[in-house]
């Protein structure tokens, strides 16, 4: 029986360290209910299994996350993903220009917003494009850049350049993950770089993401979210997920 919960906590540290980046002697000491020295003899095993490496008091996985693509990411959570495409969406008032960011959820945005009268979107990807190719009605500008295949979003210089020239009454961001002390995590320091400059053009700032994002550390690229921001997040998130943002002065909508 010691032999197999051991096996288990071992399995969970990983997985932490996978899933929030960093792990504390002391943190995993008081999560399992054992001494800081049988935490220690964990890490040192595991580091021998080549899983993780030791840190100062703690350890970090030596597997990161790999990005999932954006056909992956389109089968995951998809009634939750629509249900906030579509409260994002109702937020949009006629005339005004908003921003859709790459990424699944925003881009689902696009069948929601065909009916809203006299509205620019300037779109930072494909989703978005592609759910807005065939509305007559809505003005589509697109930011240009270098297209990232994985996300299949504008990065680079001309995207920036082209962000720098326009404001937006609106900002709908998405995220691999999103942090209240961090912000929104990405996996390339570009994509953050191209979301500051979103968050500085937008009098209005959303960002969306799904429960399963929420307080999670899979990358170490970050954009900074300021107070005042909306999190949109879907019905399954638990109090402790979100009792970060409130008290970063976010608003937090769950839907």
């Given amino acids: 029986m010691a032999v197999r919960e051991s096996e288990a906590r071992r399995s969970e540290i990983v997985r932490l360290a996978r899933s929030i980046g960093l792990a504390s002697v002391e943190d995993l000491s008081a999560q399992f209910g054992v001494t800081a020295s049988t935490i220690r003899r964990d890490l040192s095993q595991l580091t021998s299994q080549g899983l993780i490496a030791r840190t100062y008091g703690g350890a970090i ?7 999932s693509s954006l056909r992956q990411r389109a089968l995951e959570g998809f009634d939750a993903k629509r249900a906030i495409a579509e409260w994002a969406a109702n937020q949009v008032r006629p005339g005004e220009t908003i921003l859709l960011d790459a990424g699944t959820t ?20 494909l989703t978005a494009l592609e759910s807005l190719a065939d509305a007559d009605s809505v003005r589509v500008e697109c930011i240009g850049g270098t ?4 996300s ?27 942090t209240a002390d961090l912000g929104i995590c990405e996996a390339e320091l570009e994509q953050t770089r191209l979301k500051e400059i979103m968050i500085e053009r937008a009098d209005e700032v959303y960002v969306l993401a799904h429960a399963a994002k929420l307080g ?13 921001t909306t999190i949109v997040t879907d019905d399954s998130a638990e ?17």
């Fill in 61 to 67: 996985a030596l597997d990161p996350q790999q990005e």
């Fill in 106 to 125: 925003v881009g689902a945005m696009g069948e929601f917003l065909r009916e809203i009268e006299n509205i620019t979107v300037i779109a930072a990807g």
């Fill in 147 to 150: 297209l990232r295949h994985l």
């Fill in 152 to 178: 299949q979003g504008f990065v680079g210089p001309l995207a920036e350049a082209a962000l720098q020239r326009v404001t937006f009454d609106r900002a709908f961001l998405g995220a691999d993950a999103v």
């Fill in 216 to 228: 999670r550390r899979p990358f170490h690229a970050w954009a900074p979210i300021p107070p005042g």
């Fill in 239 to 255: 109090h402790d997920q979100t009792a970060p943002f409130d008290s970063a002065g976010m608003r937090v909508v769950r839907v």
